[in-house]
T-cell receptor
Framework: DAGVTQSPTHLIKTRGQHVTLRCSPI?????VSWYQQVLGQGPQFIFQ???????GRGNFPDRFSARQFPNYSSELNVNALLLGDSALYLC????????????FGSGTRLTVV | AQSVTQPDIHITVSEGASLELRCNYSYGATPYLFWYVQSPGQGLQLLLK??????LVQGIKGFEAEFKRSQSSFNLRKPSVHWSDAAEYFCAVGALSGNTGKLIFGQGTTLQVKP
């Protein structure tokens, strides 16, 4: 079975631009979470979605938004990019039947210049 | 406030030596506890998790962790370290209710293994 897949793996954007990151969960997982990992730090929670509804939001500005689609894949959108948004963005999927073993993708490395 | 503290930013051990990575948490509810490992440029791989029951949890790659409620700790151990264990290790705590929940991560411990 495929794991959590994220695209793209790397991208470079200019300050002020917007970006869309994509995530496909493990088949059968209905919950997707997004995390931001700045270099040298642990991941920080951004959003969780379950059955297309937002179930949790971390302490991030409104420039960050997300959504989940009927096939449970998800997008994370960031508007008006700042240099400080440069980070590894991780997606995780989980399922109660998987006993909440959150499975992470390999991430998208975003560099803002 | 909910938080996770990993007191050791960097640890170096010799190959074959034992390892213990410390994790302390602050959490109001019954915690769910996790250890993840991250190789450079990669995502996070789950080593083990604790939800309830036996406080000594076995994970993958020969790792184990012990939950001590009185000390608010969940330390990770391995009896004999291999060179391939060199990586970043993250402890995380979360509360999972129904289909919601988020993880709070520590800052991580970088493990270096000497030959």
């Amino acid at each position: 079975d495929a794991g959590v897949t994220q695209s793209p793996t790397h991208l470079i954007k200019t300050r002020g631009q917007h970006v869309t990151l994509r995530c496909s969960p493990i088949s059968g997982h209905k919950s997707v979470s997004w995390y931001q990992q700045v270099l040298g730090q642990g991941p920080q929670f951004i959003f969780q979605y379950y059955e297309k509804e937002e179930r949790g939001r971390g302490n991030f500005p409104d420039r960050f938004s997300a959504r989940q689609f009927p096939n449970y894949s998800s997008e994370l959108n960031v508007n008006a990019l700042l240099l400080g948004d440069s980070a590894l963005y991780l997606c995780a999927s989980s399922s109660p039947t998987a006993n909440y073993g959150y499975t992470f993708g390999s991430g998208t490395r975003l560099t803002v210049v | 406030a909910q938080s996770v503290t990993q007191p050791d930013i960097h640890i170096t051990v010799s190959e074959g030596a034992s390892l213990e990575l410390r994790c302390n948490y602050s959490y109001g509810a019954t915690p769910y506890l996790f250890w993840y490992v991250q190789s450079p440029g990669q995502g996070l791989q789950l080593l083990l998790k604790y939800f309830s029951g036996d406080t000594l949890v076995q994970g993958i790659k020969g790792f184990e962790a012990e939950f001590k409620r009185s000390q608010s700790s969940f330390n990770l151990r391995k009896p004999s370290v291999h060179w391939s264990d060199a990586a970043e290790y993250f402890c995380a705590v979360g509360a999972l209710s129904g289909n919601t929940g988020k993880l709070i991560f520590g800052q991580g411990t970088t493990l270096q293994v000497k030959p």
